[in-house]
């Protein structure tokens, strides 16, 4: 079974301003090289890395964020374009249903928040490290495994609450 992941329009602005943001300075740069920056190492150098860091910043959240998630007979698959991620059901030891007053507090430690989701490691006070996949504020479920590790998980379709349920 197959649960889609689309964005919220929270995420839809931000990854259109982030890539606006991203189009303004690499033309801005590119214009600064072809009206003779060339002849500056300072100029080429600096404008050659806010091209090259625009790029590889929407490429690879782009690559990494969530598509979907797929539940099969031995996998919670979190389906995303560059490389799948893989929870084991036999491992699975609690789901449960977040709500906005259990976030309060919440601290992105190595993630991204906004730019084609909510992906990454972030701090949960009540919950610890918890590793996000989520690409909306909506329909939150906190999964953690026999190992400790926690995923937080947003499906359009909140029954992939109910099917994760009768498989543990």
Avoid: C, H
């Avoid at 031995?74 to 259990?102: F, T, V």
């Amino acid at each position: 079974m197959e649960f889609k992941a689309s964005y919220d329009n929270i995420v839809k602005i931000i990854t259109s301003i982030i890539f606006f943001v991203a189009i303004f300075f690499t033309i801005k740069s590119l214009n600064l090289l072809l009206e003779g920056g060339y002849n500056n190492l300072t100029v080429i150098v600096t404008n050659i890395g806010v091209i090259i860091f625009f790029v590889i910043l929407i490429l690879l959240t782009w690559l990494y964020s969530p598509v979907s998630y797929i539940l099969d007979d031995k996998y919670l698959i979190i389906k995303r374009r560059a490389s799948n991620y893989m929870i084991e059901l036999n491992e699975i030891k609690s789901i449960e249903k977040i709500i906005d007053d259990e976030l309060k507090g919440t601290i992105r430690i190595f993630a991204v928040g906004g730019l084609f989701g909510y992906f990454g490691k972030y701090y949960i006070p009540s919950y610890g490290i918890v590793k996000f996949y989520a690409t909306q504020r909506k329909n939150r479920i906190l999964i953690e495994t026999t190992k400790g590790e926690k995923y937080l998980i947003t499906p359009d379709n909140i029954s992939l609450f109910d099917e994760l349920r009768k498989r543990l």
